[in-house]
């Protein structure tokens, strides 16, 4: 069993026989990170700037820059893509970039250019920044010290490690995100247990695994999606923890990984702010929350709180969760306190009626949630239950979505029933296995506007569309001064015309597409449609009271 080594001291000597990253082509000891962190410790320290965002999407290379920069006094920032848009909106709040960024600003030297020996880090001094998942608007930044970090992978190693030495660790998690970072990184390199790329897909996964004694880092939305064609049954035996966190594991899906992977899940309670705050195991139907070492908790009014020594301070942490004790020294919960809503002054359970709408045949999973405008309006978003495919056209939607509601009739009354629905194979969910509002809500938002048609005939046709700022094909086109998309503009001459004409379903090319002028949103555009049968071809005009906007012909396959 290799020995334990606290967060501040994981980098200070070289041990070479100390696992870092797993065995194969790549592999590399403790020896080679004692190497690579001296590299960009001489990196951060040769700039007189304070804060850095790091992003690698390779956990080994992330660690060796992470402390690197902390041993060179830097505090870095976590975001949870290196996207150019997250890099925009972080130009104010960090003064540099390392890693696999559109355009870095730092790479550590080819060689080992500082031969002074690393001390051990202040863990109050040495600091994080990371980033919740946003899921009811912008990321919120939350600053963690070594001194937290360290704390909660001791607790970590105290419950959850026995059993796992020697164990490499897989996972399909982000270390960008505070879970992924403790999981897949900080609490390997303090107990010495190698680490490996992240993998994306399923049959990855299981062919890194093969033949290996492993640790599995996931989520609810990766487990509820393991195939059973795979050979999960090969690594019975040697897989020995399969840990979940970032949303609630559905039971259902619990046991199908107890019985797919042969280990019972371990779920993992905890937010950005607070830290782990407890786990539970599931060898039972319902198990209960135990809490981590060094964790205390009350319920006050229906609500969690929480004493830790994961927080920034000694205060009590609220939570938003209606919880009660479970009489065996633990909790349960019982839903979000902060999702209860009004609907024309109604109070509405949306998690009350996420398990009614559940409780459908049909109904795989469910998401409910509030659209607001001048008029708020419930709507759901459902993903079709195992085996059932997606309603393709408008009859079959609307079937489905009023076969739901009667279901809800015998419950909930108009008022408190959704009156928007759409239907999905799998939730939107996030690069943490997070579904989002933000995700949900988009799913609601038009890409087109609603058409009005002002002449149709069998070879001409005219619509109006008026250009609403909330139209999702505004997103990223662009935030400072929205402009109508071109490729929209095709799309949406080809969607029209199929509804006026008999179009063929196979394009062939376009000719003669000219662009003159932007359309905005507030624009009102007209669309000018002629479908030329014998040639198989589509013309098309774009104009509004500024003048043309765009034209073109559209050539379809007429061998049809």
């Keep these: 069993m290799a020995e334990w080594r606290c967060l501040a001291e994981v980098a200070v000597q070289p041990e070479p026989g100390r696992a870092f990253t797993a065995a194969g082509r790549d592999s590399r000891d403790h020896a080679h990170f004692h190497r690579d962190v001296l590299r960009w410790r001489t990196a951060f320290a040769a700039s007189p700037t304070q804060a850095w965002a790091l992003h690698f999407e390779d956990a080994a290379c992330f660690a060796a820059a992470l402390y690197g920069a902390w041993h060179a006094g830097k505090t870095v920032v976590l975001p949870g893509d290196a996207l150019a848009g997250t890099q925009a909106r972080l130009q104010g709040r960090v003064d540099g970039f390392a890693g696999d960024w559109p355009q870095a600003t730092l790479t550590a030297p080819a060689d080992d250019v500082s031969a ?142 107890s019985r797919l992977l042969g280990v019972s899940p371990t779920e993992i309670l905890g937010s950005s702010e607070t830290g782990g705050i407890a786990w539970r195991r599931w060898r039972e139907e319902q198990p209960g929350w135990r809490a981590l070492p060094g964790v205390e908790w009350r319920v006050q009014e229906g609500v969690l709180e929480v004493h830790s020594p994961h927080l920034s301070d000694a205060a009590w942490w609220r939570s938003q969760d209606r919880a009660e004790p479970d009489g065996c020294g633990g909790f349960r919960l019982l839903g979000r306190a902060d999702r209860i809503v009004k609907v024309e002054e109604r109070r509405v359970s949306l998690d009350a009626l996420e398990r009614q709408v559940r409780a459908h045949p049909a109904v795989g999973d469910v998401r409910v949630l509030l659209l607001g405008g001048s008029r708020s309006t419930l709507a759901a978003v459902v993903a079709m239950a195992s085996g059932l495919p997606v309603p393709e056209d408008a009859a079959a939607r609307r079937a489905l979505s009023q076969a739901l509601s009667r279901h809800l009739a015998a419950s909930q009354d108009a008022v408190t029933r959704p009156r928007r629905w759409r239907f999905v194979s799998a939730l939107p969910a996030n690069a943490q296995g997070k579904v989002t509002e933000a995700a949900l809500t988009a799913l609601f938002r038009p890409e087109r506007p609603t058409a009005t048609w002002t002449l149709r005939t069998p070879t001409q046709a005219r619509v109006e569309l008026p250009l609403d700022a909330s139209l999702a094909v505004f997103d990223g086109h662009f935030p400072q001064a929205a402009i109508l998309p071109g490729v929209a503009q095709l799309d949406w001459a080809v969607q029209l015309a199929r509804e006026a004409f008999p179009i063929p379903s196979r394009f062939l090319r376009m000719e003669a597409l000219k662009f003159q002028r932007v359309a905005r949103p507030g624009d009102t555009i007209h669309l000018e449609l002629e479908w030329q049968a014998e040639r198989c071809t589509l013309l098309f005009r774009y104009a509004s009271v500024h003048g043309p906007h765009a034209s073109g012909r559209v050539v379809f396959d007429h061998g049809e």
Excluded: C, N
Aim: net charge negative.
């Design 116 to 257: 002074t020996p690393l001390q051990p880090l202040d863990a109050e001094a040495a600091r994080l920044v990371v980033f919740t998942s946003g899921s009811t608007g912008e990321p919120v930044a939350i600053e963690k010290r070594l001194r937290q970090l360290d704390t909660e992978v001791h607790a970590l190693e105290a419950v959850l490690g026995p059993g796992l030495e020697g164990a490499t660790v897989h996972g399909t998690v982000s270390h960008q995100h505070i879970y992924g970072l403790l999981f897949r990184v900080l609490w390997p390199l303090s107990a010495g247990r190698a680490i490996v790329p992240r993998a994306f897909f399923p049959e990855d996964l299981l062919a890194a695994m093969d033949g290996q004694d492993a640790v599995l880092v996931a989520s609810p939305a990766h487990l509820k999606r393991l195939p059973a064609q795979l050979d999960w049954a090969s690594l019975h035996g040697r897989l020995r923890a399969v840990f979940s966190s970032g949303g609630v594991l559905p039971a259902e899906a619990a046991h199908e990984v």
